[in-house]
C-alpha cells in the first residue's frame, strides 16, 4: 500500500493525470477503506506544490494543473470515505467583490482549500455587499475570503468588511483579501485580517486560523 | 531636442537632454477630465430598454466603433500633450456587442480572439472595459471560431492599420505616437480558451496548443505590419507573462511554446527599422534575459506591486533593455502627494536613467489614475530629468 500511495503522490508531482488516476484507483482495489490515506497522499502532494510554488520553483500554470489532477483524484476517492473520516476544517465564504467577474485567482484558492479540508460556499463573481452580508450570516463561517482584481473594484472591499460591521457580524469571521488590485498595505487599511498573495499563502492562513 | 529626439535617443542608450517621459493615457475617464470633456454614458443607455437595441446597433457598427475609437485615443494624444509628455500609447481593439444573460447589463463585448469583455461605467458615465472570461474553452469551439472569424481578422487587421496611420498623420507633429499591437500571442492564445482549459491543453494535448500558437502568431505578424505601416518608430507588443508573485507559467515552457514567435515578432520589427518594446505586468524577474534573448528592445511597465523595482531591472539586465515606467498606480498616481509623486520620480530617475534607456511613465493606466498626479510626475521629470544625471 505504502508504495502505492507513493506511487499516488510522485505522479501528481510529476504532472501525470493519467498516472495519478490510475494510482487512485488501484489504491481503491485495494479496499474502500484506503480511500483515507488516499486523500492523505493528495494533501500531501499539493502540500508539496505549494511549498515549490512558494519558493519559486513551480509556476502559477503547474499550481493550476496540479489543483485540476487532484479535483479529479478526490472525487474518485471521496464517495469512499466512511462517515467522519473527512475532517472538515471549517466553511470558508468565498466571492469576487462588486462590478468584478474574474474569478481565475477565487478559483485556484477554492481548489487548494478544498483539498485541504475546508467546505466552501462560493458566492461567484460580480458579489453583492448583500450577498456577501447575506451568506456570512447564513453560514456563519470561519471566514469570509474576497478577491479583486480591478483597482476600479477595490473600493467594494472595505465596504463589505463595514457591511459586516454594521450588522453586528464582523467580530466572530475572519476575513482575507487577495487579488492584483490590492496589497498588504490596502488590506489594513481597509480592516481585513489578512491579505494573500497567492492561493497557496492564502490556504495557509485558513488553515492556521482553523487551528485557532 | 524635441520630443522625438529625446524619445529616440533614450531608446539607443545614449543621454538625450533630459529623460522622456511616456503617458500610457487610454481611459475616458482620464480622458475625459484632462480634456473637460463630457462622457457619452453608452452603459446607461444600454441600461435603458428603449435605447438597448439602438445603442447596440450602433455600437456593432464598423464606422462608428472605429471613429468612437478614434476619438477616444485622439483625445489620449490631445491630454497627453497637454500634460506634457514626449509620447502615448496608442491601441486598437475591435469588439461586438453580444447578450449575454451573465451579464449585469444584459450585454456583454466579444473580441475578434474570443474573448469576453465586461463593460462598467463610472458616475460621470465614463466606459471601461475588462476582460473577464472565454468563448473557445474546448478544441472544437475554438477550431470553429477561428474558421467563422476569418473575415473579422481581416478587417481587425485593416482598421488597425488605418487607426495608427491616422493618429500618426494627425499627431506625429506634436507627439511621438507609440503603436501597440495588442493583445499578444501569449494572451491571445490562452485567454480565448481560459487559463485552467488552456493550461490542461498545454500537458494533455500539446500538439494543439503548438497549433493555437502557430495562428496567433501569424496573425499577430499581420497586425504588427499594419501597426507599423503607420510610420510609428516604436513598437509596443503586451502579453502578460507574470502574476502579483511570478510568471504565469513556467519560463522554459514559455521559451519552448512561445520563443520563437517571440523571436520573429523583434525580427520584424527590426527588418523594418523600429524598435520593439515588450509590455507585461506581474512579477516577471524570470522573464529578463528571454526577453534580451528573444531580441526586444525594451519593457514598459514593471509593476512596483508586483514587487518590480528598476534598480533590480537595470543591474540585471544592464543597457540590453530600454526600460520603461515603474511608477505605481496603486498609491502614487491615484493619491499620493506632490511629494511622493517627486521622491518617486527622482528615485527612478536615479536607479535607471544614467547613460540614457530609460523611459519614465506611470507603470500602467486604469481610470482611478489621477491628472493632476500625472502633472505633477511630467514637471518633476523636467525638473529632476536633465542630463548628466549624477549616481
Known amino acids: 500500500m505504502d508504495e502505492l500511495l507513493e506511487k499516488l503522490r510522485s505522479s501528481l508531482l510529476e504532472l501525470d493525470k493519467e498516472a495519478t488516476l490510475e494510482a487512485v484507483r488501484a489504491v481503491l482495489q485495494q479496499g474502500s477503506d484506503h480511500a483515507e490515506a488516499g486523500v492523505e497522499a493528495v494533501t500531501d502532494a499539493l502540500d508539496q506544490v505549494g511549498r515549490r510554488f512558494q519558493d519559486g520553483d513551480w509556476f502559477l500554470g503547474e499550481l493550476v494543473y496540479s489543483g485540476e489532477i487532484a479535483k479529479e483524484a478526490m472525487e474518485l476517492l471521496s464517495p469512499h470515505l466512511s462517515a467522519g473520516a473527512d475532517k472538515r476544517l471549517g466553511t470558508v465564504v468565498v466571492g469576487t467583490v462588486q462590478g468584478d467577474m474574474h474569478d481565475l485567482g477565487k478559483n485556484i484558492f477554492i481548489t487548494y482549500a478544498r483539498s485541504a479540508g475546508f467546505d466552501i460556499v462560493d458566492l461567484g463573481t460580480d458579489v453583492t455587499l448583500e450577498q456577501f452580508a447575506k451568506a456570512v450570516l447564513e453560514h456563519q463561517p470561519l471566514a469570509l475570503g474576497m478577491s479583486c482584481l480591478l483597482t476600479v473594484s477595490a473600493g467594494a472591499v472595505g465596504r463589505v468588511i463595514e457591511e459586516l460591521d454594521r450588522r453586528g457580524v464582523r467580530e466572530p469571521v475572519k476575513v482575507i483579501v487577495g487579488g492584483a488590485a490590492l496589497t498588504e498595505e490596502f488590506a489594513r487599511e481597509v480592516g481585513a485580517d489578512a491579505f494573500a498573495p497567492d492561493a497557496v499563502t492564502g490556504t495557509g492562513i485558513i488553515r492556521a486560523w482553523s487551528q485557532g | ?391
Not at chain 2, 511554446?257 to 516577471?284: M, P, T
Request: glycine share 8%; with cysteine; proline share 4%.
Open chain 2, 1 to 391: 531636442m524635441n520630443f522625438k529626439e529625446r524619445f529616440l535617443t533614450a531608446m539607443n542608450h545614449e543621454e538625450p537632454d533630459r529623460v522622456p517621459v511616456m503617458g500610457l493615457i487610454m481611459d475616458p475617464a482620464t480622458v475625459n477630465e484632462i480634456l473637460h470633456r463630457r462622457a457619452v454614458d453608452f452603459p446607461g443607455m444600454l441600461r435603458k430598454p428603449f435605447l438597448r437595441g439602438a445603442t447596440r446597433r450602433l455600437l456593432n457598427t464598423n464606422w462608428f466603433w472605429n471613429r468612437m475609437y478614434y476619438d477616444n485615443f485622439s483625445g489620449a494624444l490631445d491630454a497627453s500633450i497637454q500634460l506634457g509628455f514626449d509620447a502615448n500609447w496608442t491601441i486598437y481593439a475591435m469588439m461586438q456587442l453580444q447578450p449575454d444573460s451573465d451579464s449585469p447589463l444584459g450585454v456583454v463585448w466579444h473580441d475578434a480572439f474570443g474573448r469576453v469583455w465586461e463593460m462598467g461605467s463610472d458616475e460621470k458615465g465614463n466606459m471601461s472595459v475588462n476582460y473577464t472570461r472565454a468563448l473557445c474553452d474546448t478544441e472544437e469551439r475554438w477550431e470553429a471560431w477561428v474558421e467563422q472569424k476569418a473575415p473579422l481578422f481581416d478587417r481587425l487587421v485593416a482598421n488597425a492599420t488605418v487607426f495608427h496611420k491616422r493618429l500618426v498623420n494627425e499627431y506625429g507633429d506634436r507627439i511621438l505616437p507609440i503603436g501597440y499591437a495588442a493583445p499578444g500571442i501569449f494572451e491571445n492564445s490562452w485567454q480565448a480558451i481560459g487559463f485552467v482549459n488552456f493550461t490542461k491543453l498545454v500537458y494533455e494535448k500539446p500538439e494543439f496548443v503548438r497549433r493555437v500558437v502557430e495562428f496567433h502568431t501569424e496573425l499577430y505578424l499581420r497586425l504588427l505590419e499594419g501597426v507599423m505601416e503607420s510610420g510609428v518608430e516604436v513598437v509596443l507588443g503586451g502579453d502578460d507573462l507574470g502574476q502579483k508573485t511570478g510568471p504565469l507559467m513556467r519560463p522554459s515552457l514559455i521559451e519552448k511554446l512561445y520563443g520563437e514567435s517571440y523571436r520573429r515578432v523583434a525580427d520584424l520589427v527590426h527588418r523594418h527599422g523600429r524598435k520593439f518594446v515588450f509590455h507585461s505586468c506581474g512579477r516577471i524577474y524570470k522573464f529578463l534575459d528571454h526577453f534580451v534573448d528573444w531580441g526586444f528592445d525594451g519593457i514598459i511597465t514593471m509593476e512596483p506591486t508586483a514587487g518590480m523595482e528598476l534598480a533590480r531591472v537595470r543591474e540585471q539586465v544592464g543597457h540590453k533593455l530600454v526600460l520603461i515606467g515603474n511608477l505605481d498606480v496603486s498609491h502614487l498616481l491615484v493619491r499620493g502627494s506632490r511629494h511622493e509623486v517627486e521622491a518617486a520620480v527622482k528615485k527612478a530617475i536615479g536607479d535607471a536613467a544614467q547613460g540614457g534607456g530609460y523611459v519614465l511613465s506611470a507603470a500602467h493606466s486604469h481610470p482611478f489614475v489621477d491628472p493632476q498626479r500625472l502633472r505633477w510626475m511630467v514637471e518633476a521629470a523636467h525638473r529632476y530629468g536633465r542630463y548628466p544625471i549624477a549616481a
